[in-house]
């Protein structure tokens, strides 16, 4: 049975339609595809991250030691910043995306729930002696979305942080909660994480300062829209970071060692040239993930999301040979005929 979350019956009173993703319930849709893409791209919307969750660094090193395991600056950013960065292994393999957020005495790292027990061991296992702890905590992530996000926010009494990943806590339904910019998201939205007991409370004064709820389906649509993968639909361990196009979000030049450097550094000096990589396609009819990429007869790559834009019809994010990297490059998809774009454009 998938693990379903603390706002389910709330959900389910909304009507909502279930699908299960990774082993947890998810919201498709809450029977308004079109408005709820409305709502996505516009804003402002609200979306479960059931899926998500956080584990808690702390000790006197733990900015010193993360600054050697994570691909991205942290020990050089401020309590209330933050940053995106990927945990690899040493041959370059993601092991976890995560949204690391510096606070006085702990750094946040948010990231897939299925992500944290090996994100843990993997820390644990270099840690050596080293001061610094981790445990899981028990929250609730929620994500507000669309141009408007920020505007829902400060109507429910909230002032949002601007830069990407910065953060700070606030009140929101009568509850801490921590509110991050948040750069995965399309159109640069923002996450909470909220105490699991408060989290419907939180939920409710978004959704009556003006918030709509939506599903996966038209987050998906806007992610493919915006190129923004996430790890388990669009990346594993069987992916570098140069093949998920994150490397200039995820990674700092600057830094010393990390674990996994040695791949990225590489690659970098070779124009970051992988044999895949990720790419947008526009598809002439509906695909669903796992479905072969074709060219000219020739298997040249996979499908990770598909998704139905109300904008756009059919699209999808897929990973495809480097042959076939360029815009307007002409693919089959399951039969059918797609392009490469380099982004979308309303004709």
Known sequence: MPSVGPLHDLHAAAAAVFVERRGFEVVASYGDPAAEYDAALDGPALVDLTERGVLEASGPKRLSFLQGMLSNDVEGRPPGQGCRAAMMTVKGHVVALVRALVDTDTVRLETETERLAPLQRTLEHHRVGAPVRFRPLSVSVVAVLGMRAGDVLKAAGVDPPLDPESHRRVSLGGHDVVLARAGDLPGGGFVLHVAPEGVA???????????????????????????????????????????????????SPTKGCYLGQETVARLEARGGHVNKALRRLRLSAPATPEEPVTHEGREVGKVTTTAHSRRFGPIALAYV???????????????????????????
């Open 201 to 251: 409370e939180s939920w409710g004064a978004l959704r009556a300062a003006g918030a709509r709820p939506v599903g996966r389906g038209a987050l998906d649509a806007r992610r493919v829209e915006d190129l923004r993968p996430w790890y388990g639909v669009d990346i594993t361990e069987d992916n570098l970071l140069h093949e998920t196009g994150l490397v200039g979000e995820c990674h």
């Open 321 to 347: 040979h480097r042959s076939c990297f360029a815009g307007g490059t002409s693919l089959e998809v399951a039969g059918a005929p797609a392009t490469v774009v380099d982004g979308f454009h309303e004709e």
